[in-house]
């Protein structure tokens, strides 16, 4: 039986599984005047603003299901997720209809209806991360919201790929994890490391089966300290390695970390949806290519 609320609202995920409709979201957000992905009860997140639009649209409350939760003031150029909907709303008009509903920070980029067995956190292969160092000492208005400004020292991008490049394989990464997870174990499986200069930019990409709370700040923080020359590539890989979490000491700004992209088995959009203007306005430049077993 269906069930009804105080309100008289009746809940989707009471309803027959064969009454459900599956829709997958691909999503971006400036995360700037964001608390960050996951509903909370004291601040504005991307989960709430979406899901409040979804209810406009049912009549109901709904939940969210996002292949990762990415913290305050943290962007995504292609987050994915999947809610549950009744009713003759076919899957690919959904982009169209929420964005008509949404603040002008967060965007759907596609909707498509999926099977009930396609989930998009637990059905995701890999997540890749971009993050933006801006180097030059002048100050630039139109990239501060999207990079860490960091000219106190040059940068060595070749010393930092250095560092980067024995990460690839299984890790236990504890050394790059803040307090509070909840996850049960800190093993990663790093598939890509990149770490290449754009002009004023390094441009620093790792794509993994799945990261830590913090993973990817903490891991820049510590690799800035390399290009630096504060710290050298052998205590690097030691203090990963011992799982030495003691001594990293910093975690990059929020700012310059972005969701660039997540990676399924069948997915059921094309390609091209990944294809945002993120690198070409920040970046001034055509983003690298990728094949297409990226996608697959």
Same mark, same amino acid.
């Given at each position: 039986m269906n069930r009804t609320t105080s309100e008289g609202i009746r809940e989707t995920q009471d309803l027959p599984l064969s009454d459900l409709k599956r829709i997958a979201l691909v999503i971006q957000y400036q995360g700037t005047h964001f608390n960050g992905w996951q509903r909370q009860p004291n601040g504005r997140t991307v989960q709430e603003e979406i899901e409040t639009?979804?209810?406009?649209?049912?009549?109901?409350?709904?939940?969210?299901?996002?292949?990762?939760?990415?913290?305050?003031?943290?962007?995504?150029?292609a987050q994915v997720a999947h809610?549950?909907?009744t009713g003759p709303i076919p899957g690919y008009r959904w982009?169209?209809?929420?964005?008509?509903?949404?603040?002008?920070?967060?965007?759907?980029?596609?909707?498509?209806?999926?099977?009930?067995?396609?989930?998009? &956190?637990?059905?995701?292969?890999?997540r890749r991360?971009?993050?933006? !160092?801006?180097? *030059?000492?002048? =100050?630039? #208005?139109?990239?501060?919201?999207?990079?860490?400004?960091?000219?106190?020292?040059?940068?060595?991008?070749n010393l930092m790929q250095a560092a980067l490049n024995p990460l690839l394989g299984r890790h236990h990464?504890?050394?790059?994890?803040?307090?509070?997870?909840?996850?049960?174990?800190?093993?990663?499986?790093?598939q890509e490391v990149s770490c290449q200069r754009q002009g004023?930019?390094?441009r620093i990409e790792v794509q993994a089966s799945g990261f830590l709370y913090g993973m990817m700040r903490l891991l820049v923080g510590l690799l800035v300290e390399v290009g630096s020359l504060g710290r050298s590539l052998e205590n690097f890989t030691e203090i990963w390695v011992q799982e030495r979490r003691d001594l990293v000491k910093?975690?990059?700004?929020?700012?310059?970390?972005?969701?660039? &992209?997540?990676?399924?088995?069948?997915f059921p959009?094309?390609?091209? !949806?990944?294809? *945002?203007?993120? =690198?070409? #306005?920040?970046?001034?430049s055509t983003p690298a290519s990728f094949s297409r077993t990226h996608f697959s």
């Amino acid at each position: 039986m269906n069930r009804t609320t105080s309100e008289g609202i009746r809940e989707t995920q009471d309803l027959p599984l064969s009454d459900l409709k599956r829709i997958a979201l691909v999503i971006q957000y400036q995360g700037t005047h964001f608390n960050g992905w996951q509903r909370q009860p004291n601040g504005r997140t991307v989960q709430e603003e979406i899901e409040t639009a979804i209810a406009t649209v049912l009549n109901h409350p709904v939940t969210l299901h996002g292949a990762g939760r990415t913290d305050a003031g943290v962007h995504a150029a292609a987050q994915v997720a999947h809610f549950e909907a009744t009713g003759p709303i076919p899957g690919y008009r959904w982009a169209t209809i929420l964005n008509h509903r949404l603040p002008s920070d967060v965007l759907i980029r596609a909707s498509a209806q999926v099977d009930q067995g396609w989930h998009a &956190r637990f059905s995701a292969l890999w997540r890749r991360y971009r993050y933006l !160092v801006y180097t *030059d000492s002048r =100050p630039n #208005l139109f990239v501060r919201p999207w990079s860490w400004h960091y000219y106190h020292a040059p940068l060595d991008e070749n010393l930092m790929q250095a560092a980067l490049n024995p990460l690839l394989g299984r890790h236990h990464l504890s050394a790059f994890q803040r307090a509070g997870t909840r996850r049960p174990h800190a093993w990663v499986e790093v598939q890509e490391v990149s770490c290449q200069r754009q002009g004023p930019f390094i441009r620093i990409e790792v794509q993994a089966s799945g990261f830590l709370y913090g993973m990817m700040r903490l891991l820049v923080g510590l690799l800035v300290e390399v290009g630096s020359l504060g710290r050298s590539l052998e205590n690097f890989t030691e203090i990963w390695v011992q799982e030495r979490r003691d001594l990293v000491k910093y975690s990059a700004p929020a700012q310059g970390l972005c969701l660039l &992209r997540v990676g399924y088995p069948d997915f059921p959009f094309e390609p091209d !949806v990944w294809f *945002d203007t993120y =690198p070409e #306005l920040v970046l001034g430049s055509t983003p690298a290519s990728f094949s297409r077993t990226h996608f697959s």
